[in-house]
Structures are given as C-alpha cells and as structure tokens.
C-alpha cells in the first residue's frame, strides 16, 4: 500500500505558479527524497501536503484517504507531521515544553511518556538539555528537536524539509544515521534535501523539481549515477542540459 498519492498537483501564490501537475508516489516504510534547487517549488509541496498552502488543482491522498486542502490540524490528526525548514522552535520554551507541542492532541499517559523516552533514544543529548531553552542550543541540537516535536504527534509519515542546512558534515552525517534508524523503525519519510548525496544515498526512490516542475525521477541508486543528477546535483563541474536526461525520465 502507498502512504502518500499525488496527482495532477498545482500550488500558486496569486498569479504565480510554485507547483505545476506534480505526480509522486510514496511507498509505506520508504524514504523518498525530493531535489532541487532554491525557488523548484520542494518546500511548497511540503506545505501543501500539511495544509498550510493551498492546491489550485490535484489530489492528494494519504493511505487511499483523499486529504487534499484539509487544514493543518486535519493533517496532524491523519499522521502527517513535518519538521520544517529552519526549524522554527519556540526558542524561549524549554526543550521539553518544544517536545510536548509535538504531541499537544495527546494526552499525557503512558504512551506519550514511552514516545518521549523514544526521542531520547534517538537523541541522547535532548534529555541532557531537558530544561534548556531551544533558542539556546547549538544548530544540531536544535534541528534534533524539531525531529523529535514532529515524532510526538504519532505520525505515520514524516515530511523533513532541509534537515542539514547549516549544520557541520560531522553532524550531518550522525543525522543521516539517525534518520535512517527512524525509518528502520517503520516510519514513512519524505526528505526535501539539497545536500543531494546525503538524500540518494538515504532514500529509496528520488525526484527532482525544477521550477515547479518534475524533470526527474527514479530509484535513488540510479539517480546517483545519472549524467544530469551528477552534474547539477552532485558537483560533476560541467553542464548538462535537460534534453540530455534518460528517455525514461519526463521533460
């Protein structure tokens, strides 16, 4: 069964498009990523799925459910939870008060405790700085604790948008190990990522947006080594045009 359906679907802010007829796939229990450079549209599909921009046209279906322009709230409900770009902490409450805004539909039982301790596991560090205000901690920590919110509210797919942005490679590379144990776990995750190795190299399957548009997609180990991939993407130095993509990859 696949968590996440996308049809036809088109984002736009005013006259301008941000999104146009995307189709995407997610599998339950994989990862997928999505590429792309700054303005391809990547954080605005993230934020049409969790109801915080609406779709001009489309469909969106989580588990065969249709949750197209549901509301924020709806989509938390339905186990979509997003850790978004930059974090965006409430810096003066304290890592735990930022935790339990994860998880404000739940009660505080006994299994809101055990998705705690759950956290922590993954994030070690996040019970050292229990009481610490989250404006205060390092770039990696705080980026630990917007994973963390997002794991208390249950959810069954979880949408990281930009995890790595400025964080040191040696962080990077603990959060890549991290990510991955989360999936191991059964979590379906959506990764919007310009660090486009650490994205393939994580995932499953992969697409590519440009300018609202996907111009690419596959399996991530094929994408690795694609012509086009490498050169934009990956640093290959030289210059691919789109008319030299694989005939099986859309214009």
């Known amino acids: 069964m696949n968590s996440l359906e996308v049809r036809g679907l088109t984002v736009a802010y005013g006259s301008a498009v941000a999104l146009e007829n995307i189709d995407l796939t997610v599998e339950a229990g994989a990862i997928v990523c999505i590429l792309g450079a700054n303005g391809a549209g990547k954080s605005s599909f993230l934020k049409c799925l969790v109801g915080l921009v609406p779709a001009r046209s489309g469909q969106v279906k989580l588990e065969g459910r249709d949750i197209t322009n549901i509301k924020s709230y709806q989509a938390a409900e339905r186990g979509l939870a997003m ?41 070690p560090r996040l019970r050292e700085r229990l009481q610490q205000a989250a404006g205060s901690l390092s770039g990696g920590e705080q980026q630990m604790v917007a994973i963390g919110r997002a794991l208390m509210s249950r959810a069954r797919v979880l949408l990281l948008d930009e995890p790595s942005l400025g964080l040191a490679p040696v962080i990077v590379s603990q959060l890549g190990s991290i990510i991955s144990a989360i999936n191991r776990e059964g979590m379906t995750i959506v990764l919007v990522e310009q660090n486009a190795r650490l994205a393939l190299r994580l995932s499953r399957y992969g697409y590519v947006f440009e300018t609202g548009r996907l111009a690419l997609q596959g399996p991530s180990s094929e994408l690795m080594n694609n012509r086009y991939v490498t050169e934009i993407y990956l640093g290959g130095g030289g210059k691919v045009s789109a008319g030299q993509r694989t005939p099986e990859q859309p214009a």
């Open 83 to 123: 850790s978004p770009e930059g974090r965006r902490l409430f810096p003066e409450l304290s890592v735990y008060e930022n935790l339990c805004m994860g998880g404000y539909l739940r009660r505080r039982d006994a299994s809101f405790r055990a998705d705690l301790d759950k956290v922590f596991d993954y994030f």
